[in-house]
């Protein structure tokens, strides 16, 4: 296997259907594999070693999962169902296990599963350019830019060091975005954040106010600004996490699942059912289909907190 023909099967990996929402088990696996072999030159690994750090990766950054015992066995799915072509698992018997295995951590466990990027693999990514482009690639595909610092820190993935080597190769690959995005969105919102109103600037310079795509720009969220909203960095950080979200009446809504103990925290709930700012005249509002991704997508949701 080239350096081309791994991104190339990075850049193609099998989806899982979970009715229609994205899921991104696959890739948080793969990253976190690419943080264990910076730390340790290697990417083997049991499944009891990754289930608690995999799952937290998945529950964190992926879509909402309803059934709390499902919540602690997530990374099951991506540990039985990733590509052969990447990945060799395997029981205590030393038997490969094929990709009808059971999707349950008890299983894997009787089982003693192990897995390990192949080793040609591994040979690839001890170039450092080669390992960024790898990360890279799966963070632009399934993520929005605001989730990569925490995502990565998640994983033990520091990328600093490599990704200058590894850019000319991203840039290649990465949809460019439209010029003037921000600016139009930031305009439309009358440089305030649409959620709380902060319209904080230095002299004339707005300062924490930052262009969010509601549908994410990796997931082939438009350039436009009925895809856009005017957010405070806060609030864009919250509303990428799915702790914030919109109704199909563009109301503001918080998670269930959020909780906080200072009264900082607690301010955060206030904007619950609170109406989002109305764009300035002749500027359009967050389309429907947009909000509609961003629930399914991206809100944390429990069982009992469901679209208004």
Known sequence: MTGDELMSALATLRRAQIG???????????????????ASGSTTVTYNEAEESVSRLINDFGPAVLSRSRARERAAMPFVHLERDLWDLRGNDGEPIGSDAPERGSWLRKQ????????????????PATLAS?????????FTPALEGPICAAAGLDLTSVEDAAYQLVAKKKRARRDGFAEEVLQAYAFACAMCGYDGALGRNPVGL?????????????????????????????????????????????????????PA?????????????????????????????????????TSTHTAA
């Not at 929402?21 to 072999?37: S, V």
């Not at 990360?135 to 595909?141: G, P």
């Not at 720009?217 to 914030?244: I, Y």
């Open 20 to 38: 229609n929402r994205r899921a991104p088990h696959k890739p948080l696996l793969i990253l976190w594999l690419l943080g264990r072999y910076t």
């Open 112 to 127: 003693g599963a192990h897995g390990r990027l192949h080793p040609r693999i591994e040979r690839l990514l001890a170039d």
């Open 134 to 142: 790898a990360a890279r690639l799966l963070l632009d595909q399934h």
């Open 210 to 262: 930052e262009a969010a795509h509601v549908q994410w720009h990796s997931q082939d969220g438009p350039d436009e600004v009925n895809n856009g909203l005017a957010l405070c960095a806060l609030h864009h950080t919250l509303f990428d996490l799915g702790v914030l979200g919109l109704t199909a009446n563009l109301d503001v809504q918080v998670s269930q699942v959020y909780v906080a103990r200072s």
């Open 265 to 301: 925290g607690q301010a955060i709930d206030t904007l619950h059912g609170r109406p989002l700012a109305t764009p300035r005249p002749g500027q359009p509002a967050v389309a429907a289909d947009f909000v509609i991704w961003h629930g399914l997508q991206v809100f944390k949701r």
